[in-house]
Protein backbone atom coordinates (compact mmCIF):
# COMPACT_ATOMS: atom_id res chain seq x y z
CA UNK A 1 0.00 0.00 0.00
CA UNK A 2 2.77 2.46 0.69
CA UNK A 3 4.31 1.70 -2.09
CA UNK A 4 0.89 2.67 -4.25
CA UNK A 5 0.32 5.70 -2.26
CA UNK A 6 3.72 6.84 -3.04
CA UNK A 7 4.07 6.19 -6.50
CA UNK A 8 5.94 8.60 -7.65
CA UNK A 9 8.80 8.30 -5.46
CA UNK A 10 9.21 4.73 -6.48
CA UNK A 11 9.15 6.13 -10.28
CA UNK A 12 11.71 8.65 -9.38
CA UNK A 13 13.86 6.10 -7.31
CA UNK A 14 13.18 3.48 -10.42
CA UNK A 15 12.26 0.73 -7.98
CA UNK A 16 9.31 -0.69 -9.77
CA UNK A 17 10.85 -4.37 -10.28
CA UNK A 18 12.48 -4.16 -6.88
CA UNK A 19 9.02 -3.35 -5.14
CA UNK A 20 7.12 -5.68 -7.72
CA UNK A 21 9.62 -8.53 -6.60
CA UNK A 22 8.92 -8.15 -2.59
CA UNK A 23 5.20 -7.92 -3.37
CA UNK A 24 5.30 -11.45 -5.36
CA UNK A 25 7.25 -12.82 -2.74
CA UNK A 26 4.56 -11.74 0.59
CA UNK A 27 2.39 -13.77 -1.86
CA UNK A 28 4.36 -16.99 -2.01
CA UNK A 29 3.04 -17.81 1.70
CA UNK A 30 -0.74 -17.05 1.32
CA UNK A 31 -0.42 -18.59 -2.26
CA UNK A 32 0.98 -22.18 -0.93
CA UNK A 33 -1.57 -22.27 2.19
CA UNK A 34 -4.12 -21.40 -0.90
CA UNK A 35 -3.80 -24.33 -2.64
CA UNK A 36 -3.19 -26.92 0.43
CA UNK A 37 -6.58 -25.00 1.74
CA UNK A 38 -8.10 -26.06 -2.01
CA UNK A 39 -6.73 -29.55 -2.16
CA UNK A 40 -8.57 -30.24 1.53
CA UNK A 41 -11.94 -28.97 0.54
CA UNK A 42 -11.53 -30.22 -2.82
CA UNK A 43 -11.20 -34.25 -1.24
CA UNK A 44 -13.77 -33.13 1.37
CA UNK A 45 -16.22 -32.16 -1.06
CA UNK A 46 -15.54 -35.17 -3.16
CA UNK A 47 -15.78 -37.27 -0.64
CA UNK A 48 -19.43 -35.81 0.20
CA UNK A 49 -20.29 -35.67 -2.85
CA UNK A 50 -19.66 -40.02 -3.39
CA UNK A 51 -20.36 -40.82 0.49
CA UNK A 52 -24.53 -40.91 -1.37
CA UNK A 53 -23.42 -43.24 -4.03
CA UNK A 54 -21.90 -45.94 -1.76
CA UNK A 55 -24.78 -45.37 0.78
CA UNK A 56 -27.59 -45.79 -2.04
CA UNK A 57 -25.66 -48.99 -3.35
CA UNK A 58 -25.24 -50.47 0.46
CA UNK A 59 -28.61 -50.16 1.50
CA UNK A 60 -30.10 -51.00 -2.02
CA UNK A 61 -28.34 -54.52 -1.64
CA UNK A 62 -29.52 -54.81 2.13
CA UNK A 63 -32.59 -53.96 1.33
CA UNK A 64 -32.66 -56.53 -1.38
CA UNK A 65 -31.41 -58.86 0.73
CA UNK A 66 -33.92 -57.88 3.83
CA UNK A 67 -36.98 -58.14 0.75
CA UNK A 68 -35.95 -61.76 -0.63
CA UNK A 69 -35.83 -63.11 3.15
CA UNK A 70 -39.15 -61.49 3.88
CA UNK A 71 -37.81 -59.55 7.30
CA UNK A 72 -39.38 -56.30 6.17
CA UNK A 73 -41.96 -55.51 3.64
CA UNK A 74 -40.47 -53.62 0.43
CA UNK A 75 -42.14 -50.07 1.58
CA UNK A 76 -40.16 -50.13 4.95
CA UNK A 77 -36.99 -50.56 3.23
CA UNK A 78 -37.62 -47.87 1.16
CA UNK A 79 -38.24 -45.70 3.66
CA UNK A 80 -35.54 -46.99 5.49
CA UNK A 81 -33.43 -46.31 1.75
CA UNK A 82 -34.79 -42.49 1.64
CA UNK A 83 -33.92 -41.82 5.13
CA UNK A 84 -30.51 -43.07 5.12
CA UNK A 85 -29.62 -41.23 1.52
CA UNK A 86 -31.31 -37.68 2.49
CA UNK A 87 -29.78 -37.71 5.64
CA UNK A 88 -26.32 -38.73 4.64
CA UNK A 89 -26.52 -36.48 1.28
CA UNK A 90 -27.48 -33.67 4.20
CA UNK A 91 -24.76 -34.17 6.26
CA UNK A 92 -22.10 -35.02 3.47
CA UNK A 93 -22.81 -31.51 1.90
CA UNK A 94 -22.60 -29.70 5.03
CA UNK A 95 -19.32 -31.50 5.85
CA UNK A 96 -17.84 -30.27 2.62
CA UNK A 97 -18.13 -27.03 4.36
CA UNK A 98 -16.39 -26.93 7.18
CA UNK A 99 -13.35 -25.12 6.65
CA UNK A 100 -15.16 -22.27 6.21
CA UNK A 101 -17.09 -22.75 8.91
CA UNK A 102 -14.02 -22.71 10.87
CA UNK A 103 -13.08 -19.89 9.31
CA UNK A 104 -16.55 -17.91 9.90
CA UNK A 105 -16.28 -19.04 13.14
CA UNK A 106 -12.82 -17.76 14.09
CA UNK A 107 -13.82 -14.27 12.36
CA UNK A 108 -16.70 -13.95 14.48
CA UNK A 109 -14.96 -14.52 17.35
CA UNK A 110 -12.91 -11.82 16.75
CA UNK A 111 -15.74 -9.49 15.84
CA UNK A 112 -17.59 -10.59 18.73
CA UNK A 113 -14.82 -10.21 21.12
CA UNK A 114 -14.16 -6.37 19.90
CA UNK A 115 -17.84 -5.57 20.46
CA UNK A 116 -17.72 -6.72 24.06
CA UNK A 117 -14.28 -4.87 24.67
CA UNK A 118 -15.17 -1.42 26.45
CA UNK A 119 -12.85 1.88 25.53
CA UNK A 120 -11.10 2.95 28.66
CA UNK A 121 -12.02 6.10 27.45
CA UNK A 122 -14.83 6.65 26.17
CA UNK A 123 -15.60 9.57 23.92
CA UNK A 124 -18.82 9.30 23.61
CA UNK A 125 -19.81 9.54 27.28
CA UNK A 126 -21.69 12.16 28.82
CA UNK A 127 -19.87 12.05 32.00
CA UNK A 128 -17.32 14.54 33.31
CA UNK A 129 -17.27 18.13 33.62
CA UNK A 130 -18.04 20.48 30.16
CA UNK A 131 -15.63 23.57 31.04
CA UNK A 132 -15.24 25.77 28.88
CA UNK A 133 -11.31 26.32 28.74
CA UNK A 134 -8.58 29.47 28.08
CA UNK A 135 -5.73 27.03 27.52
CA UNK A 136 -3.57 26.76 30.20
CA UNK A 137 -1.81 23.54 30.51
CA UNK A 138 0.16 21.90 33.24
CA UNK A 139 2.35 18.86 33.22
CA UNK A 140 3.03 18.01 36.70
CA UNK A 141 5.28 14.71 37.10
CA UNK A 142 3.96 12.92 34.16
CA UNK A 143 5.59 9.69 33.51
CA UNK A 144 4.01 7.08 30.75
CA UNK A 145 3.72 4.32 28.83
CA UNK A 146 1.74 2.62 25.75
CA UNK A 147 0.02 -0.08 26.43
CA UNK A 148 1.69 -2.58 23.81
CA UNK A 149 5.13 -1.29 25.26
CA UNK A 150 4.93 -1.61 28.99
CA UNK A 151 8.37 -1.81 30.16
CA UNK A 152 9.23 1.21 27.87
CA UNK A 153 8.59 4.71 29.84
CA UNK A 154 8.13 7.24 27.26
CA UNK A 155 7.45 9.98 29.60
CA UNK A 156 9.45 10.26 32.91
CA UNK A 157 8.66 13.06 35.40
CA UNK A 158 7.94 15.51 32.55
CA UNK A 159 6.65 18.88 34.31
CA UNK A 160 5.90 22.19 32.74
CA UNK A 161 3.51 24.92 32.19
CA UNK A 162 1.84 26.42 29.27
CA UNK A 163 -0.47 29.78 30.11
CA UNK A 164 -2.65 30.79 27.61
CA UNK A 165 -1.32 32.76 24.37
CA UNK A 166 2.24 31.14 24.93
CA UNK A 167 4.38 29.27 22.11
CA UNK A 168 5.80 26.31 23.33
CA UNK A 169 8.17 24.21 21.81
CA UNK A 170 8.71 20.46 22.58
CA UNK A 171 12.32 19.99 21.23
CA UNK A 172 14.37 16.20 20.87
CA UNK A 173 15.20 12.99 19.00
CA UNK A 174 12.13 11.26 17.20
CA UNK A 175 10.64 9.31 19.62
CA UNK A 176 11.73 10.99 22.62
CA UNK A 177 7.95 11.46 23.81
CA UNK A 178 7.13 14.91 21.38
CA UNK A 179 3.93 13.69 19.75
CA UNK A 180 2.87 11.60 23.16
CA UNK A 181 2.58 15.16 24.94
CA UNK A 182 -0.18 15.58 22.47
CA UNK A 183 -1.75 12.90 22.67
CA UNK A 184 -2.35 13.43 26.47
CA UNK A 185 -3.40 17.12 25.63
CA UNK A 186 -6.28 15.46 23.68
CA UNK A 187 -6.68 12.60 26.15
CA UNK A 188 -6.58 9.56 23.96
CA UNK A 189 -4.61 8.16 26.51
CA UNK A 190 -4.06 8.34 30.25
CA UNK A 191 -0.99 8.98 32.32
CA UNK A 192 0.72 6.00 34.27
CA UNK A 193 1.83 8.27 37.05
CA UNK A 194 1.76 12.50 37.85
CA UNK A 195 -1.15 14.87 36.49
CA UNK A 196 -2.37 17.06 33.04
CA UNK A 197 -4.34 19.84 34.04
CA UNK A 198 -6.15 21.98 32.08
CA UNK A 199 -6.61 25.16 33.88
CA UNK A 200 -6.48 23.83 36.92
CA UNK A 201 -8.21 21.14 36.27
CA UNK A 202 -7.31 17.24 35.97
CA UNK A 203 -7.98 16.26 32.60
CA UNK A 204 -9.54 12.78 33.70
CA UNK A 205 -12.49 14.79 35.49
CA UNK A 206 -13.28 16.37 32.04
CA UNK A 207 -15.26 15.28 29.69
CA UNK A 208 -13.57 14.17 26.75
CA UNK A 209 -15.82 15.20 23.88
CA UNK A 210 -16.31 18.60 25.16
CA UNK A 211 -12.45 18.76 25.77
CA UNK A 212 -11.41 17.81 22.39
CA UNK A 213 -13.69 19.94 20.54
CA UNK A 214 -11.58 23.32 22.22
CA UNK A 215 -8.47 21.85 20.41
CA UNK A 216 -7.01 21.86 17.06
CA UNK A 217 -4.10 19.76 16.03
CA UNK A 218 -1.86 20.26 13.07
CA UNK A 219 -0.05 16.54 12.97
CA UNK A 220 3.04 15.93 10.84
CA UNK A 221 1.44 13.75 8.86
CA UNK A 222 -1.83 15.04 7.84
CA UNK A 223 -4.67 13.18 6.24
CA UNK A 224 -7.49 14.93 3.79
CA UNK A 225 -10.47 13.56 3.61
CA UNK A 226 -12.09 13.33 -0.05
CA UNK A 227 -14.17 16.67 0.08
CA UNK A 228 -13.12 20.09 -0.56
CA UNK A 229 -9.92 21.99 1.29
CA UNK A 230 -12.97 24.55 3.22
CA UNK A 231 -14.56 21.06 4.37
CA UNK A 232 -11.47 19.59 5.81
CA UNK A 233 -10.70 22.90 7.73
CA UNK A 234 -13.90 23.00 8.98
CA UNK A 235 -14.40 19.41 9.37
CA UNK A 236 -13.46 19.44 12.98
CA UNK A 237 -16.76 22.55 14.18
CA UNK A 238 -19.88 21.83 14.85
Known sequence: MEAIENVRTV????????????????????????????????V????????????????YRL????IVNSILLPLRVLRVMYA???????LGFASSYFPEYMKAAF???????MLK???????????GKKERLSGAITFKNVRFCYPERPQIEVLKGLSFTAKPGETLALVGPSGCGKSTVVSLIERFYDVKGGQVLLDSHDIRTLNPYHTRSQIAIVSQEPILFDCSIADNIVYGLE
Open 44 to 59: AYGFATSIVYVLNCCS
Open 117 to 127: QKPSIDNLTND
Open 84 to 90: ITISSST
Open 63 to 66: GLYL
Open 107 to 113: AGGIIFN
Open 11 to 42: QALTKEEAFHEKFCDYLDTPHRDALRESFIQG
